[in-house]
């Protein structure tokens, strides 16, 4: 978090284009408080272009108060400058802000994870402690998608029935056809897609028709399996109401990439699949696959094939765990609620994020979002993270059997909500 926003009550951060706003800056200690021997100014600078002026602002009862009309959607700053002495010492504090159009004023920007794992496959922890730990870290919403496992999320799902919060738990599941490389994340689907494959004669017999109903005469017989297995899939995932996630194809497993070349290019090219994996759980040494993945998708776009991207983890564990919290998708939607998630993600309003502690955050999306996603990763985030900490903390004590954590949990409830109606 920023020093500013440990120092002042700042709001609201986000305005709308053409609106005549207020904003307050409130400073919380002695320290920065307004004194009557100081002189204070402020000046308006606009980040995308040259313009920069004085502003007046008015200070009554420590409060200053500044009026605002931004004409543009862009960050803009108020600088704060102090003098003293006859102005012969100042100091200079910046407070950043942004305006947005008004068709995405009314959007708010929710961080979740899509891909990984628990216990109940080959991760580390059991599902109710790793979904605490994401609440913990911040997380507004994510899918517990253990290996070829449907019934852990719900099992998380289950269990946070038990405490009242607006953190999101939805079901979710890696799927593993069989004889098919090819991964794919159900996100949110009404029903199992593993479970399916146990009826291994329909399994066949429709993946055959598939192969028979599409030209793949480009593709070997093997590369051929695995794209009619994979449209399977994604066809089962959106009849159960699910978001088809194709996932990390520039892995390296074994000798090769997970997926090649030819069969990338056909599914791109078919685009039966919801949301590409961009940025995918890999550790630093693997990082490649990533600038791989991104470069691809950039080709892609030159092209004309503006495909939805998300990030995720693909987490084996979040306590002190590489991956967790490494990688995950910022969502501009009105709500947590699957359908305006799912809404976004399709209508390219998500942002694959990669933000590994220590490293600049890398952002990818489309131009307009990844701009706005900086800001909020500045501005907005470390606060919402803040409310979310203790919330999580609860959760952790839920679970592990003190049951009054979960009257502290619903006093946790709308602190975020509440954040975000101040900041807008």
């Not at 580390?124 to 019934?151: C, I, M, W």
């Not at 979960?406 to 946790?412: D, G, P, S, T, Y």
Request: aromatic share 14%; glycine share 4%.
């Amino acid at each position: 978090m920023k020093k500013q926003d440990h120092f002042y009550d700042i709001y609201p951060k986000v305005l709308k284009v053409g609106a005549t706003t207020t904003i307050t800056i409130r400073p919380l200690y002695e320290h920065v408080a307004f004194k009557e021997d100081h002189e204070y100014s402020f000046t308006y600078a606009e980040r995308d272009t040259y313009k920069k002026n004085p502003i007046e602002a008015k200070f009554e009862n420590g409060i200053a108060t500044i009026q605002v009309t931004p004409q543009t959607e862009q960050e803009f700053t108020l600088l704060l400058i102090d003098s003293w002495n006859n102005k012969e010492r100042s100091t200079k504090t910046e407070f950043c802000f942004y305006a947005v159009e008004e068709d995405i004023f009314d959007l708010r920007p929710w961080k979740g994870d899509f891909h990984l794992h628990s216990c109940r496959s080959d991760g580390q922890e059991s599902p109710v402690y790793v979904a605490a730990n994401y609440r913990k870290e911040g997380f507004d919403f994510f899918a517990l998608t253990d290996h070829r496992r449907y019934e852990p999320s719900i099992e998380v799902v289950e269990a946070f029935k038990q405490l009242d919060t607006n953190f999101k738990v939805f079901p979710g599941e890696e799927v593993h056809p069989p004889r098919n490389i090819v991964h794919q994340v159900n996100f949110g689907g009404a029903f199992s897609v593993n479970k399916l494959h146990e009826n291994t004669e329909q399994y066949e017999k429709e993946v055959q028709e598939i192969i028979d109903e599409l030209d793949l005469s480009h593709l070997d017989e093997h590369d051929k399996y695995c794209y009619a297995s994979s449209r399977w899939c994604f066809d089962k995932i959106r009849e159960g109401g699910g978001i088809s996630l194709f996932c990390h194809p520039y892995w390296i497993w074994d000798d090769h990439f997970n997926v090649s070349e030819k069969l990338i290019q056909t599914f791109f090219d078919r685009r039966e699949f919801d949301a590409f994996e961009l940025i995918g759980g890999f550790y630093v040494t693997q990082a490649e696959a990533n600038s791989l993945q991104v470069s691809r998708w950039n080709e892609e776009r030159a092209k004309g094939n503006d495909i939805p991207v998300v990030g995720v983890s693909d987490s084996h564990g979040t306590q002190n765990a590489a991956l967790f919290n490494w990688y995950y998708t910022l969502v501009f939607a009105p709500t947590t609620d699957f359908a305006d998630l799912k809404d976004a993600i399709l209508n390219k309003r998500s942002v694959a994020v990669h933000n590994i502690a220590n490293e600049s955050p890398q952002l990818h999306g489309q131009f307009r979002f990844v701009k706005y996603a900086y800001f909020c990763l500045r501005e907005i985030l470390p606060l919402h993270h803040a409310e979310c900490q203790e919330e999580g903390r609860q959760m952790l004590k839920f679970f592990a059997g003190d049951k009054n954590a979960a009257n502290f949990v619903a006093l946790c409830k709308n602190r975020v909500e509440d954040l975000y109606k101040k900041l807008w």
